[in-house]
């Protein structure tokens, strides 16, 4: 996992009013939790945006008045209409104890089926997994060299080393779509 830090200071008062001041100097709240006990918090907007303008999963040391802590991003929420953060969830990783995250999924590979005028599809970007934080990798690679067309390949056939998958097996992570053009030369 990528690495970022994040200096905070510790929330004296806790409500709406609040929340909205806080907002008003470009301050985002927070929570903290997973750990024995919850942390509000709140720190300067502009910390977030390398974590928020990726897909990928950072772990957070997250610097509060000088506590330190270890957390990943588990939930942000955004202002409807001017997209600016409002909210962040955190959750403190402990060493030992399981956490369950979206690792994004990255296609390598030249698929067959595009050669032959398929159109690629990925139907997943990211995939739901648990275990422990040294174990989860930064991205899960998935080759499509060998899909033809119409063919698509599933979370089923990703190997998990170290962590287990959550996302429903069945599911479809990409396939190649068979364009309009191309049915009609098939089926003569």
């Not at 000088?66 to 939930?75: H, R, S, T």
Request: glycine share 8%; no cysteine; charged share 25%.
């Amino acid at each position: 996992m990528k690495k970022l830090e994040i200096v905070g200071y510790r929330r004296a008062n806790l409500g709406r009013n609040e929340a909205q001041d806080l907002r008003a100097e470009g301050n985002v709240p927070s929570v903290l939790y997973g750990g024995k006990d919850q942390v509000h918090f709140y720190a300067p907007a502009m910390l977030f945006r390398p974590l928020l303008t990726t897909p990928d999963i950072f772990e957070v040391t997250l610097n509060i008045e000088g506590e330190l802590f270890k957390a990943i991003l588990q939930d942000s929420q955004f202002d409807p209409v001017n997209d600016m953060i409002i909210h962040a969830d955190f959750l403190e990783i402990i060493d030992g104890k399981e956490i369950k995250v979206d690792v994004p999924i990255k296609l390598t590979g030249a698929s067959t089926g595009v050669f032959k005028g398929g159109k690629l599809n990925q139907k997943l970007r990211k995939l739901r997994v648990k275990g422990l934080s040294e174990n989860i990798p930064d991205y899960i690679e998935v080759d499509i060299t060998s899909l033809d067309l119409g063919k698509s390949v599933k979370v089923s056939a990703i190997q998990a080393e170290g962590f287990t998958i959550l996302s429903q097996m069945s599911n479809p992570v990409a396939s190649i779509e068979i364009p309009r053009a191309l049915r009609g030369q098939l089926k003569a």
